[in-house]
């Protein structure tokens, strides 16, 4: 939407003549987008800063492993470095996100169908909890955690949820593999590492 000049939209959509609007509103909108600009700045800041320290540290496994033939981290490709005098540490985690296939709702089906031939029977909570257990959230997609602890339950001598068990088990694959870097500082002299915060939320000021 093209605004004129002389004018403002607000909140509701509608346009608003700056000379109807009062000096303290228009003040307040003034801080708001300078702030969110500044925010944008330092988020391209941390985005160029994380691919660049994602590939440099990539690049030095690699030279490490040519040069020794040996590779730091393992399978999962976790690697800590250290400087030289020990006093700060860098740590690349990388971390596994799961999905589940269309033999969750299989296993769902199965699961439904324990349920109903435990109504009478069975534990009300025990009953929240599988039923919970495939609850979505607002994106459509079930909790990985909720569901795989159902596979921990002690279940016996069912070949009904056994069923949906493995049906559960089967369907859960790796969706993508992410690198978290963190930062760490020794304190003093002590084995104690104190975290570089790159969250605004935990600097102090």
């Known amino acids: 939407m093209n605004i004129p000049d002389g004018y ?5 959509g509608h346009l608003v003549p700056v000379e109807q609007i009062a ?3 228009l003040a307040r909108d003034e801080l708001v987008r300078d702030i969110v600009a500044k925010a944008r700045v330092l988020q391209t800041a941390m985005i160029q800063f994380k691919s ?3 590939n440099d540290i990539a690049a030095f496994v690699q030279l490490s492993a ?11 490709g976790n690697v800590t470095l250290s400087s030289f005098d020990g006093r700060y540490r860098v740590v690349r985690s990388m971390s596994d996100f799961m999905e589940f296939d269309e033999r969750l709702q299989v296993a ?3 699961v439904d169908k324990c349920i109903l031939r435990w109504s009478r029977d069975s534990d009300s909570k025990l009953r929240a ?4 257990a495939f609850q979505v959230d607002k994106k ?6 909720r569901v ?3 596979t921990k339950l002690q279940i016996k001598d069912d070949p009904e949820w056994a069923a949906a068990m493995q049906a559960i088990i089967d369907s859960v694959g790796v969706a993508s593999t992410k690198p978290y870097i963190r930062i760490y500082e020794r304190v003093g002299s002590s084995d104690n590492w104190a975290p570089v915060a790159l969250d605004i939320a935990a600097l102090q000021v």
Do not use: F, H, S, W
């Not at 040519?66 to 999962?76: I, S, T, V």
């Open 140 to 145: 459509g997609k079930v909790n990985t955690g």
């Open 23 to 25: 000096p303290i509103d």
């Open 108 to 110: 769902k089906q199965l």
């Open 129 to 132: 909890l599988v039923l919970d």
């Open 52 to 54: 660049c320290t994602t």
């Open 8 to 12: 403002m939209q607000n909140a509701q």
């Open 66 to 76: 040519e040069a020794y033939g040996a590779e730091l981290g393992g399978e999962k």
């Open 148 to 150: 795989l602890r159902l």
